[in-house]
C-alpha cells in the first residue's frame, strides 16, 4: 500500500468507518481520472474514490486534484435535490478522497446498454433527474460562490475537448473556439460536467450519477450535449437505432424541465456543443475507446464537422442523427 493508500485508511478510522483492522483496499475499474476501491467495513462495504493529478490517457493531460472536493459538494447539493440522483457520502478524507455509500445491485448504464438492454424510459429519467439538478440550481448565488472550480472544469472539458480539437483544426477552430469562451463565460446552474452511462448507476428507483469531479457553476446546456453526445456514438458503434431512441427520450424528458430560460436557446446551445464534442470523441485528447473502427470514426467525424458549420438544436440533431452511411 504507497503512502497515500495508508492515508486512507487512517482518514477512515479517524472517521469511524473502519476499526483497528487492516482493510483490503478491492480496486474497482473504469475511471481515467481517479483511483476508486471498494472496503469491506463492519457496516457493510464503502466506496473510497481519489482524484489522480496525471490521468489515466496517452496523451499528457494534468488536472487539480481538488476537484474531489467539489464533487464532494455536488453530490450532496444533488442529495439535496432528490436524495435518489445520488449516493451518500460518509467522510471525506486525505489527498482529496471521500468515502461513499456503496450501491448493491445497481449496474452500470453503460454495461446494460453494450448488452443490449436499452430502456428509453430510463433515458428519460436521466434527462429528467439532470434538468431536476439545474432548476434548483440556476440563478443561485449562493451555488455559483460554492463551486468557483471554472479552471477545473477547464482543465478537464474545455481544454481537452474543445481547445485541443482547434489547435489541429484551422478551418473550425474559430467556431470551437467562441464555444470555449462562451462556456468559461456562463454562469447559469450548477453542472456536472461529466454525465456519461458509465458514470450512472441502474438503481431500482432510477438513475444514480456518479463521478462529479467536473462540477462547475456553468452551463446546463452541456451535461444535456455530454450525454447525448455518448448515447450517440453508441448507436454508431453498435448500430442500434435503440440509442438514437434512447437519446431522443434524454432529450424530450430534459426539455420538459427546463423553467430558467427559453427551451429553444439552451437546446441550440446543446446542439452546438454535441457537436464539438461528437469531435472531440474522435480527434480530441479523450477519444472514444471503443471507437476503433475507422469506418465509425469517419461517420461521426463528418456529421459532428457539418453540425458545428450548420448548428442544429440538439432535438433535431438527434433525430437526424445516422449510425451509417449507404
Same mark, same amino acid.
Given at each position: 500500500?504507497?503512502?497515500? #493508500? ?24 473504469? #475511471? %481515467? ?93 436521466? #434527462? ?10 440556476? *440563478? ?24 485541443? %480539437? ?32 458509465? *458514470? ?127
Amino acid at each position: 500500500m504507497d503512502t497515500a #493508500g495508508a492515508d486512507i485508511v487512517e482518514g477512515l478510522r479517524g472517521a469511524g468507518l473502519i476499526g483497528t483492522e487492516a482493510p483490503a483496499l478491492e480496486p474497482l475499474t473504469g #475511471g %481515467v481520472s481517479c483511483d476508486v476501491w471498494k472496503v469491506e467495513t463492519a457496516a457493510g462495504p464503502i466506496v473510497v474514490k481519489r482524484p489522480l493529478e496525471q490521468l489515466r490517457v496517452a496523451a499528457e493531460w494534468h488536472a487539480p486534484v481538488e476537484r474531489g472536493a467539489s464533487e464532494v459538494r455536488w453530490l450532496k447539493r444533488a442529495r439535496g435535490v432528490d436524495p435518489r440522483i445520488a449516493p451518500e457520502v460518509l467522510a471525506e478524507l486525505p489527498h482529496y478522497g471521500f468515502a461513499m455509500r456503496f450501491l448493491p445491485d445497481c449496474p452500470v448504464w453503460k454495461d446494460e446498454l453494450i448488452a443490449g438492454r436499452v430502456d428509453a424510459d430510463f433515458a428519460a429519467m436521466v #434527462g429528467a433527474r439532470i434538468a431536476a439538478v439545474h432548476a434548483a440550481t440556476a *440563478n443561485s448565488a449562493a451555488d455559483r460562490d460554492a463551486f468557483p472550480t471554472q479552471a477545473m472544469f477547464r482543465a478537464l472539458r474545455i481544454d481537452p475537448f474543445l481547445l485541443h %480539437v482547434a489547435d489541429h483544426d484551422a478551418e473550425l477552430a474559430p467556431v470551437l473556439r467562441n464555444l470555449a469562451d462562451a462556456l468559461s463565460a456562463a454562469k447559469i446552474a450548477l453542472v456536472h460536467g461529466d454525465v456519461s452511462p458509465k *458514470n450512472i448507476l441502474v438503481a431500482a428507483d432510477g438513475p444514480v450519477f456518479l463521478d462529479a469531479e467536473c462540477a462547475v457553476y456553468g452551463d446546463p446546456a452541456f451535461d444535456l450535449a455530454f450525454c447525448t453526445t455518448h448515447l450517440l456514438l453508441k448507436a454508431v458503434w453498435l448500430d442500434d437505432a435503440r440509442l438514437g431512441d434512447a437519446a431522443a427520450a434524454l432529450v424530450a424528458a430534459y426539455r420538459a424541465g427546463i423553467d430558467w430560460e427559453a427551451p429553444d436557446g439552451l437546446l441550440l446551445r446543446a446542439g452546438r456543443l454535441t457537436a464539438a464534442l461528437l469531435l472531440a470523441r474522435v480527434e480530441g485528447k479523450s477519444p472514444a475507446p471503443y471507437l476503433t473502427d475507422p469506418e465509425h470514426k469517419r461517420i461521426v467525424r463528418d456529421q459532428a464537422r457539418a453540425l458545428l458549420r450548420d448548428p442544429a438544436p440538439v432535438d433535431a440533431l438527434v433525430a437526424n442523427w445516422k449510425r451509417t452511411f449507404a
